[in-house]
């Protein structure tokens, strides 16, 4: 698996996230939803590891040794997987076209718009929740097999002419 295009899927989601939950941030009408407020926080800091560590970690290959990529991924697991649960208890299980719902809600607060995006970010979260626990699962294998300061040596060329750092 390589690790650029599973790092773009993930920052992709992850700012899919961060934009539904700061939209059901926004359009607050009468309560505070701390659940809401904490899918933003783990959307944020989920981008900023996950994200901003992994285009460092392409670059500079001590930060790409597997156990701090490992302890991330679980660090990022763990917080998308609680705020999926939290949103998941706050909004029910009970469909969006329902307006008994819709009105005793308190993250819907009676708009089914905004019961269409919770039920969206919670599916987001659950996704980056198991990109990130197979992520873990793939540098935890990496720890076992080669090492927890392990990273892959430098690719050679395929043909016989010699790069600008042999001439």
Request: charge should be positive.
């Amino acid at each position: 698996m390589k690790t650029a295009p599973v790092l773009a899927i993930k920052s992709i989601k992850l700012i899919i996230v961060l934009a539904l939950s700061a939209s059901l941030v926004a359009t607050t009408a009468y309560q505070n939803n701390p659940q809401v407020d904490f899918c933003v926080f783990t959307a944020a800091w989920a981008i900023l590891t996950s994200t901003v560590y992994g285009i460092a970690a392409l670059f500079i290959t001590y930060l790409a040794a597997p156990i701090f990529l490992a302890i991330l991924d679980f660090i990022n697991f763990a917080l998308t997987f609680s705020a999926a649960t939290a949103l998941v208890v706050a909004t029910g299980t009970k469909s969006c076209s329902d307006a008994a719902y819709l009105q005793e809600n308190k993250i819907c607060q009676g708009s089914k718009s905004r019961c269409q995006k919770s039920k969206t970010t919670l599916s987001f979260l659950f996704i980056c929740a198991a990109l990130f626990l197979a992520s873990f699962v793939k540098h935890s294998i990496k720890i076992v097999k080669h090492g927890m300061f392990y990273t892959s040596p430098a690719k050679t060329s395929e043909s016989n002419v010699p790069t600008i750092a042999e001439v």
